[in-house]
């Protein structure tokens, strides 16, 4: 069992940076893929960035590519999504979630079996 409770959203203005964090509980941690969704309603969910059990590993969709970064510290059994240059587009629900790591396929795959409760991120224009 991995519990997941995210932090770190807000109000911004376009072009300012965020941090999330997601604090995990569970002693599996270390064997999970880490994965950042978000959603606005009326919008389909979107993985925007994942990353393997030990970092080697990590997915960024084009939306965010070259703006944001995902990292872990599995000392802390935390993850966290470095949000930079922020566009209004950024603006939805950002959910962490967790898949078991088979080391196998690309993360974007992976079949994601915990959720966090979410954070919302607004950016204003």
């Known amino acids: 069992q991995v519990q997941l409770v995210e932090s770190g959203g807000g109000l911004v203005q376009a072009g300012d940076s965020l941090r999330l964090s997601c604090a995990a509980s569970?002693?599996?941690?270390?064997?999970?893929?880490m994965g950042w969704f978000r959603q606005d309603p009326g919008k389909e969910r979107e993985l925007v960035a994942a990353?393997?059990?030990?970092?080697?590993?990590?997915y960024y969709s084009d939306s965010v590519k070259g703006r944001f970064s995902i990292s872990r510290d599995n000392a802390k059994i935390t993850v966290y999504l470095q949000m930079n240059n922020l566009k209004p587009q950024d603006t939805a629900a950002y959910y962490c979630?967790?898949?078991?790591?088979?080391?196998?396929?690309?993360?974007?795959?992976?079949?994601?079996?915990?959720w966090g409760q979410g954070t919302q991120v607004t950016v204003s224009s």
């Open positions: 979630a967790a898949a078991p790591d088979t080391n196998r396929g690309s993360l974007a795959t992976y079949e994601y079996d915990y």
């Open positions: 569970g002693r599996t941690f270390r064997s999970y893929v």
């Open positions: 990353i393997s059990w030990g970092g080697a590993r990590t």
